[in-house]
């Protein structure tokens, strides 16, 4: 999807030159000149972005700046080398030893760049934010970078001898609590569409009259749609998503049932001792699943041929849920 054509930028910014599909920009009061493709178009790098501004990042209102700052080295050269390749400038770096974590700051150049992209400029608690239209409508892949990076700034995975769970909270101003919920709500259909189904958005005080809006995603069977449909950049959050799962000794509740939809979802028609190999279970506890899933009209039986007494079944998602 384009994003920004030749016109908008023109009316913005100094164009030094156009080369190769490719436009030298400055502003029209600044020394750094940065480049980009011609039509500027969304893609997994620029929700990649958007995603760690809407985290640990933000474009700074008086400065006109952008600054993003992690304790992960992992988010700080993944963040680096999408300001690389989207503007071709290598962003400054510093890393606070008092504090303890790393800081990035782009030139103004991009942080005005941006803006007229639809990136958010100021304090994140103190206005609407919504979720633009190409990537709630992207890719699976526009989605999962978006995702990903903001999980990646703002999720916790916790482990702990009974609670195996991915946390997402954010603030907002009580005022912006309904489009907080918009925006809560944009991001739960966004997992939903990856096959990740969290639990309902909770509510949570916090200082200085502030709102935490949030959700947990819970039970293997989530969990390991997480790892293999986004999955974290931080190494060490990865790895801890990846214990939390290993920590389940059985399958998880309604895990067989996933698990036979997303069989029947690649594969089409299967018999149940096809679906009790690719799933892993008894095939008792199969049949069990599959009339259950067959009454809720997810599944319909279809009898291939039958000999005597014995009928040849296979079973198929529903073609109105399919």
């Known amino acids: 999807m384009n994003l920004l054509e030749l016109e908008d930028i023109k009316k913005n910014f100094r164009i030094v030159k156009i080369e190769n599909n490719n436009a030298y920009l400055k502003l029209h009061?600044?020394?750094?000149?940065?480049?980009?493709?011609?039509?500027?178009?969304?893609?997994?790098?620029?929700?990649?972005?958007?995603?760690?501004?809407?985290?640990?990042?933000?474009?700074?209102?008086?400065?006109?700046?952008?600054?993003?700052?992690?304790?992960?080295?992992?988010?700080?050269d993944e963040f680096k080398a999408i300001i690389e390749e989207l503007f071709g400038i290598e962003p400054k770096t510093n890393f606070n030893q008092k504090r303890r974590f790393y800081e990035v700051y782009p030139p103004k150049t991009i942080a005005r760049f941006l803006v007229l992209c639809g990136f958010p400029k100021g304090p994140k608690t103190e206005q609407i934010i919504t979720i633009p239209s190409w990537i709630k409508e992207?890719?699976?892949?526009?989605?999962?970078?978006?995702?990903?990076?903001?999980?990646?700034?703002?999720?916790?995975?916790?482990?702990?001898?009974?609670?195996f769970v991915i946390s997402f909270g954010m603030n907002k101003q009580k005022l912006l609590l309904e489009s907080h919920k918009v925006f809560m709500k944009d991001i739960r259909q966004i997992l939903i569409s990856l096959e990740i189904f969290p639990n309902e958005v909770f509510e949570r005080k916090q200082p200085k009259e502030a709102t935490q809006l949030g959700f947990h995603?819970?039970?293997?069977?989530?969990?390991?749609?997480?790892?293999?449909?986004?999955?974290?950049?931080?190494?060490?959050?990865?790895?801890?998503?990846?214990?939390?799962?290993?920590?389940?000794?059985?399958?998880?509740r309604y895990e067989t049932k996933m698990r036979i939809l997303d069989a029947l979802k690649t594969k089409g028609k299967l018999r149940t001792k096809d679906l009790s190999l690719i799933v892993n279970r008894d095939r008792k506890v199969i049949?069990?699943?599959?009339?259950?899933?067959?009454?809720?009209?997810?599944?319909?039986?279809?009898?291939?041929?039958k000999k005597g007494?014995?009928?040849?079944?296979?079973?198929?998602?529903?073609?109105?849920?399919?």
């Open 287 to 305: 049949w069990k699943n599959l009339h259950k899933l067959s009454q809720e009209g997810l599944l319909k039986k279809i009898l291939v041929s």
């Open 217 to 252: 995603i819970y039970k293997r069977y989530n969990l390991i749609k997480f790892l293999q449909n986004v999955g974290f950049t931080d190494n060490k959050k990865q790895q801890k998503l990846i214990t939390a799962i290993n920590s389940y000794k059985t399958y998880g």
């Open 138 to 163: 992207g890719s699976k892949e526009v989605k999962a970078s978006f995702v990903r990076a903001l999980f990646d700034d703002e999720g916790t995975v916790i482990n702990s001898k009974r609670n």
């Open 29 to 76: 009061r600044g020394r750094y000149i940065i480049k980009v493709a011609i039509p500027f178009k969304t893609d997994e790098k620029l929700a990649s972005l958007f995603g760690h501004i809407l985290g640990d990042g933000c474009i700074k209102s008086k400065e006109g700046n952008i600054y993003y700052t992690n304790k992960s080295k992992d988010l700080i």
């Open 309 to 322: 007494t014995i009928e040849r079944v296979f079973w198929e998602l529903n073609n109105l849920n399919s």
